[in-house]
């Protein structure tokens, strides 16, 4: 260990920016053994290890890095899957320079560890060797648990409550499970192979799961299960209301990306085949700053736009994204206009313009998670140009969607920006038996803290049906 002095940071090859503009295949390969060995003798081995500090999954990064550079890769896996549910996603979509890797003590003059490519070799090595296995479970509880949503957060919790040996029974709206994992995700940064394969592991250890099913009444679910979990993410695009805002060519980031992925799956798409959703040939304008922003200009990309064009209105310093994804996106041909803001869309019928207007930054925002906040904007007075587009974007965030009236139940309490209310020591929504978890708690945020949500509610409720269970067997 200690090697970082005379090892250099190395990350696995990245297919250069020409060739990968070409197809939606990952744009990171993968280390060898010897590779990983070496990157992973880097780490310092620190007292206080801040890169796992900054994990929200508090992964034990220092243990499993040494094992690396070892060459125990078994018991690394172990140690690495032992609080991550999903090693191989994190390990490929986590915005590691803001977390593990932007922490790492030696970055400074040293550069980090490649904490996240390691990752990503330890769980591919364990599927290669036959490591991962499906769950399988000792005793069964007789108890069961309904989940509302198969993305990160259903997911996780599904995998914990099976493993305690409860029924679990996934139900979602989609043909498909993971949630934006699948649909939102494009895979450049995450091929779907990956999620249908722990898909297929879990089913294989008896989680059941309901595909295509909308769940339109709560009290259902609650007659057949002993708790329910709501796992069901924020999909609902936030818009910007400024003039002509409806015109024609003006989509939402979420519809877009849907549409790629579906296309990419084989999937027949009738907004994606009339050229309605498909950026081949066109002036691309997306508005927004985030990752989501970031998957969209690079899938327009893709599908050979003629050109693409990120509006943000704060500058590069104060983007919310990984700067990882602006760096891809910048050696993909995208052009950025920094403290830019849409005032308004011109055109007859669809979009063929957009007035911009020119912004300048001013306070900082309130702090945010401890943290200063981003930078407050204000517009310059009388600076504003037009922009050619005929395809606008809007990657501005996502809401919760109505829940009380889509699952009739009147009695789930919300929180004052529409997501649900929960106690936060055990999860417990405003109905007994009900919990909540992920992004529809939380609101829009990373796919680490969806599994980190998602296992810890898992353990309030199994805690809860054993008590039921428990507290049913005194009465008796």
Same mark, same amino acid.
């Given at each position: 260990?200690?090697?970082?002095?005379?090892?250099?940071?190395?990350?696995p090859?990245?297919?250069?920016a020409?060739?990968?503009?070409?197809?939606f @295949?990952?744009i990171?390969?993968?280390?060898?053994?010897?590779?990983?060995?070496?990157?992973?003798?880097?780490?310092?081995?620190?007292?206080?290890?801040?890169?796992?500090i900054?994990?929200?999954?508090?992964?034990?990064?220092?243990?499993?890095?040494?094992?690396?550079?070892?060459? %125990?890769?078994?018991?690394?896996?172990a140690?690495?899957?032992?609080?991550?549910?999903?090693?191989?996603?994190?390990g490929?979509?986590?915005?590691?320079?803001?977390?593990?890797?932007?922490?790492c003590?030696?970055?400074?003059?040293?550069?980090?560890?490649?904490?996240?490519?390691i990752?990503?070799?330890?769980?591919?090595?364990?599927?290669?060797?036959?490591?991962?296995k499906?769950i399988?479970v000792?005793?069964?509880?007789?108890?069961?648990?309904g989940?509302?949503?198969s993305?990160?957060?259903?997911?996780?919790?599904a995998?914990?409550?099976?493993?305690?040996?409860?029924?679990?029974?996934?139900?979602?709206?989609?043909?498909?499970?993971?949630?934006?994992?699948?649909?939102?995700i494009?895979?450049?940064?995450l091929?779907?192979?990956?999620?249908?394969?722990?898909? /297929?592991? +879990?089913?294989?250890?008896?989680?059941?799961?309901?595909?295509n099913?909308?769940?339109?009444?709560?009290?259902?679910?609650?007659?057949?299960?002993?708790a329910?979990?709501?796992a #069901?993410?924020?999909?609902?695009?936030?818009?910007i209301r400024?003039?002509?805002?409806?015109?024609?060519?003006?989509?939402?980031?979420?519809k877009?990306?849907?549409?790629?992925?579906?296309? @990419?799956?084989?999937?027949t798409?009738?907004?994606f085949?009339n050229?309605?959703?498909d950026a081949?040939?066109?002036?691309?304008?997306?508005?927004?700053?985030?990752?989501?922003?970031?998957?969209?200009?690079?899938?327009?990309?893709? /599908?050979?736009a003629?050109?693409v064009?990120?509006l943000?209105?704060?500058?590069?310093?104060n983007?919310?994204?990984?700067?990882?994804?602006?760096?891809?996106?910048?050696e993909?041909g995208?052009?950025?206009?920094?403290?830019s803001?849409?005032?308004?869309f011109?055109?007859?019928?669809?979009?063929?313009?957009?007035?911009? /207007?020119?912004m300048r +930054?001013?306070?900082?925002d309130?702090?945010?998670?401890?943290?200063r906040?981003?930078?407050?904007v204000?517009?310059? @007075?009388?600076?504003?140009?037009?922009?050619?587009?005929?395809?606008?974007?809007?990657?501005?965030?996502?809401?919760a969607?109505?829940l009380?009236v889509?699952?009739?139940?009147?009695?789930?309490?919300?929180?004052?920006?529409? #997501?649900?209310?929960?106690?936060?020591?055990?999860?417990? #929504?405003?109905?007994?038996?009900?919990?909540?978890?992920?992004?529809?708690?939380r609101g829009?945020?990373l796919?680490?803290?969806?599994i %980190?949500?998602?296992?810890d509610?898992a353990?309030?409720?199994?805690?809860?049906?054993?008590?039921?269970?428990l507290?049913?067997r005194?009465?008796?």
């Open positions: 260990m200690l090697t970082f002095p005379g090892t250099p940071q190395h990350y090859e990245v297919k250069p020409e060739a990968r503009k070409k197809d @295949e990952e990171y390969g993968n280390f060898d053994k010897i590779q990983a060995a070496a990157q992973a003798s880097r780490c310092s081995q620190c007292g206080v290890p801040f890169c796992q900054h994990c929200p999954l508090s992964n034990n990064i220092p243990d499993w890095l040494k094992l690396t550079a070892e060459g %125990r890769l078994e018991e690394a896996y140690i690495s899957s032992a609080t991550n549910t999903f090693p191989e996603i994190c490929r979509i986590c915005p590691q320079d803001r977390l593990c890797e932007g922490n003590v030696i970055e400074k003059g040293f550069k980090s560890v490649t904490i996240g490519s990752e990503k070799y330890i769980t591919e090595n364990a599927f290669a060797s036959g490591m991962v499906p399988s000792a005793q069964e509880s007789g108890l069961s648990v989940i509302i949503g993305g990160p957060a259903g997911l996780a919790a995998d914990m409550l099976r493993r305690k040996g409860h029924d679990v029974h996934v139900y979602d709206r989609y043909d498909r499970v993971g949630g934006l994992l699948m649909y939102g494009p895979n450049f940064k091929e779907k192979s990956i999620v249908l394969r722990r898909h /297929q592991l +879990l089913k294989e250890g008896g989680i059941h799961f309901h595909l099913y909308a769940v339109k009444d709560l009290g259902t679910l609650q007659e057949k299960h002993d329910v979990l709501i #069901t993410g924020v999909y609902k695009s936030r818009d400024i003039p002509e805002y409806s015109l024609g060519n003006i989509i939402p980031a979420l877009y990306l849907t549409a790629s992925n579906r296309k @990419e799956l084989g999937d798409v009738p907004g085949d050229g309605t959703l081949s040939g066109k002036d691309v304008a997306v508005i927004g700053g985030g990752d989501t922003a970031m998957d969209c200009v690079r899938t327009a990309v893709r /599908q050979g003629a050109s064009t990120c943000y209105r704060r500058d590069q310093a983007m919310p994204g990984s700067a990882r994804e602006v760096k891809n996106a910048l993909e995208v052009k950025f206009l920094f403290l803001a849409p005032k308004a011109i055109g007859n019928g669809s979009v063929n313009q957009i007035l911009v /207007q020119q +930054l001013t306070t900082h309130a702090p945010e998670n401890g943290e906040g981003r930078q407050s204000a517009p310059v @007075e009388e600076e504003t140009f037009t922009l050619k587009c005929d395809l606008a974007i809007k990657a501005l965030g996502f809401d969607e109505d009380p889509l699952l009739k139940a009147p009695a789930l309490r919300l929180s004052q920006y529409g #997501t649900v209310d929960i106690n936060k020591k055990n999860f417990a #929504t405003s109905i007994d038996g009900v919990f909540a978890a992920g992004d529809i708690v829009a945020s796919v680490v803290w969806a %980190r949500d998602g296992r509610a353990t309030a409720v199994h805690r809860y049906v054993t008590e039921k269970q507290s049913k005194n009465a008796a």
